[in-house]
């Protein structure tokens, strides 16, 4: 991964910021096969919902499209399972 921990760090805020109930919405977006690539489409919709790019503007600008998937992707899962695990404690 090309982003570097603080960046990333920065994009794991902005994507809680957007309180998108994100395993619900993946699942949405796979059952009913939203856009040609519903996971690719899924990791984008949320990259834009987290105004990423307009809040770290000159971060965002360092990276192509295939760093920040692949960021998103990351921090989508990492997102997922502590919403897994915070259920699972109560």
Not at 8 to 35: A, P
Not at 46 to 66: G, P
Request: include cysteine.
């Amino acid at each position: 991964m090309k982003f570097t921990k603080e960046h990333y760090k920065n994009l794991l805020d902005c994507i809680e910021s957007t309180n998108i109930d994100l395993s619900n919405s993946l699942n949405h977006y796979l059952s009913n096969k939203i856009g040609n690539n519903p996971e690719k489409r899924f990791l984008w919709d949320v990259f834009w919902a987290s105004k990423y790019s307009n809040i770290h503007r000159e971060d965002s600008q360092n990276y192509l499209d295939s760093h920040i998937e692949t960021a998103v992707k990351r921090a989508v899962k990492e997102l997922i399972k502590t919403e897994k695990e915070l259920l699972a404690a109560n």
